[in-house]
Nanobody, 118 residues
């Protein structure tokens, strides 16, 4: 069984920064991609950023230039550096990984709350 554990959320003022971390553990043959999604109250979960094993990165337009995703493939870690935070970035942030164990599956973390005050 594969688990993802996020950390690093919290309360920050607008314009501030936070760094989220996510660690994957369990019986893992390969992680094809890791990423971050977020869900604000009353809204659908949306993509924030993803990074595949080869290094290709995709950002949502709303966070381009402010957020940076990075990954340690050997240690199954992924980070999200969030700068110039805005109140509209307030959401629960979820880590996601596309994991190959026996088959391939999409695994989610439990989420970490990010609150940006104005």
């Amino acid at each position: 069984q594969v688990q993802l554990v996020e950390s690093g959320g919290g309360l920050v003022q607008a314009g501030g920064s936070l760094r989220l971390s996510c660690a994957a553990s369990g019986t893992i043959l390969r992680i094809s991609a890791m990423g971050w999604y977020r869900q604000a109250p009353g809204k659908q979960r949306e993509l924030v950023a993803t990074i595949i094993s080869g290094g290709r990165i995709n950002y949502a337009d709303l966070v381009k230039g402010r957020f940076t995703i990075s990954r340690d493939n050997a240690k199954n870690l992924v980070w999200l550096q969030m700068n110039s935070l805005k109140p509209e970035d307030t959401a629960v942030y979820y880590c996601n990984a596309l994991v190959t164990t026996g088959g391939q599956s999409s695994v989610w973390g439990q989420g970490t709350q990010v609150t940006v005050s104005s």
